[in-house]
């Protein structure tokens, strides 16, 4: 409950104008903090060239060698930051491998989330960087999240030029696998749940809800469920007599209300079904995505199978919805049987009052820099991510740092340039105020 009243206070916040055209410093911002500014903006031309080449390079989760190439291109830019590298393959789990990348300095640990891959594949239509504008670009990833990529990097080298890096104590993990984890998952994100576990800082890359007038202080987590219901088959003259019953589909389907009965009203709380197979027969493959169904309107079925996401906001409010979920099936119609299954994908980032300090750091340095006040994201707007497998375990973390744009997931995705340097100076000066003196909530 906790949770639940300090997400709904954060989203009374009421939003800002952001000037995006050019890094305008005010008084409360030191020297070094204006120089690492001004790198920014001198250098966001580059940045944008980078990422254009990072585009141009399909890297689908499916394309193994297309993630490699992102993550040797990336990877010779922080060995050149004097980092020391390391690709983790990812045969294990099914997948390319994740870019890690370690500096050690005096500071409290801070890890650096982002990942390679996009949802794009090699057959997608969606191949090529476009400029559309003198302020926007499409291109497959453009936002999410080799923009993310290109800010977190940027960053770095704009604290490199003020002399800044060298003191600090950073961990890069660049996963190529966020778009579609590899299995187990506990193998896909051990790399990443174990730099979380020496980091006492961490900041997220992906782009939110697309608008730079807000981060992520919090994000639900998805679990999967998956329905099974049989009934009692006979002809279909007979259905509901006392010795027969339902049938698997009604039997189903009042199950299902009840969810929609017990569990609805909490805006964050969602559970989705998403496919559906009923009849005499029926096959499902073991994705749970796709499948054949046989029946006819004579006979009584009895087979049902329903596979579905739940996302909550906590630890706590997971364990609810599956103890009320559960109690639902347990109690099946006379002459039918069900059973539910549920498969853990990512926990949610719950709000604390660490996440809450950090992004008031990071809007009082995007203040200090002359782009507006930065506010929450709705946590019923956001999809879960990477930053979420460390979420419990790191003090504070926030995420959405991302650019700015339109379209993610589509072949309309599209990047707001001119957010690439504010995103860069606001994270540089976040990171050298981080190390000054670490956030304590």
């Not at 080449?53 to 989760?61: A, E, M, P, Q």
């Not at 922080?78 to 789990?93: K, P, V």
């Not at 073991?286 to 309107?297: D, E, H, P």
């Amino acid at each position: 409950m906790r949770h639940v009243v300090l997400v709904s206070c954060l989203l009374c916040a009421p939003s800002f104008a952001l000037s995006q055209s050019r890094v305008t410093p005010s008084d409360s911002l030191s020297k070094v903090e204006r120089t690492v500014a001004a790198h920014a903006a001198s250098q966001s031309a580059d940045a944008l060239a980078l990422l254009e080449r990072l585009v141009n390079v399909n890297s689908g989760t499916q394309n193994l060698a297309g993630v490699r190439e992102v993550g040797r291109m990336l990877r010779a830019e922080y060995d050149a930051l004097g980092f020391t590298t390391r690709w983790e393959d990812g045969a294990a789990f099914g997948r390319a491998g994740h870019l890690v990348a370690e500096r050690t300095g005096v500071g409290p640990r801070v890890l650096l989330i982002g990942h390679l891959d996009t949802v794009f594949e090699t057959d997608s239509p969606f191949q090529r960087w476009e400029r559309l504008t003198d302020s926007t670009a499409k291109g497959p990833g453009s936002t999410d999240m080799k923009g993310g990529d290109v800010v977190m990097l940027y960053a770095l080298k704009a604290l490199q030029a003020s002399g800044q890096l060298g003191r600090m104590s950073i961990t890069v993990v660049l996963n190529g696998d966020e778009e579609s984890p590899g299995a187990p998952i506990a193998a896909a994100r051990r790399v990443l749940i174990e730099a979380g576990a020496r980091s006492q800082i961490a900041l997220g890359f992906e782009d939110g809800d697309g608008d730079i007038r807000t981060a992520v202080a919090a994000r639900r987590g998805f679990t999967g469920w998956t329905l099974r219901v049989t009934g009692t088959p006979a002809h279909s003259s007979q259905i509901f007599r006392a010795d027969i019953g339902p049938g698997a589909i009604y039997e189903a389907a009042r199950i299902l209300n009840e969810f929609r009965v017990q569990l609805g009203g909490d805006p964050l709380r969602t559970f989705n079904a998403g496919v559906a197979l009923g009849g005499t027969t029926i096959t499902s493959d073991s994705t749970g995505t796709r499948g054949t169904a046989f029946g006819k309107s004579n006979v009584i079925p009895e087979h049902f199978i329903v596979s579905g996401d739940l996302r909550v906001i906590s630890a706590e409010a997971l364990a609810s919805a599956k103890s009320t979920m559960s109690a639902i099936v347990a109690t099946p119609t006379p002459h039918t049987t069900a059973t539910l299954t549920f498969d853990d994908g990512y926990p949610p980032m719950a709000p604390t009052v660490g996440n809450t300090a950090l992004l008031a750091q990071f809007d009082r340095a995007s203040r200090n820099l002359g782009f507006g006040e930065v506010g929450m994201d709705n946590p019923a707007r956001a999809g879960a991510a990477d930053v979420s497998f460390i979420a419990s375990t790191v003090p504070q973390v926030i995420d959405g740092l991302g650019p700015g744009g339109t379209g993610g997931h589509t072949v309309n995705e599209t990047l707001q340039t001119r957010t690439l340097a504010v995103q860069i100076a606001r994270t540089a000066v976040l990171l050298n105020r981080i190390t000054r003196a670490a956030v304590v909530p």
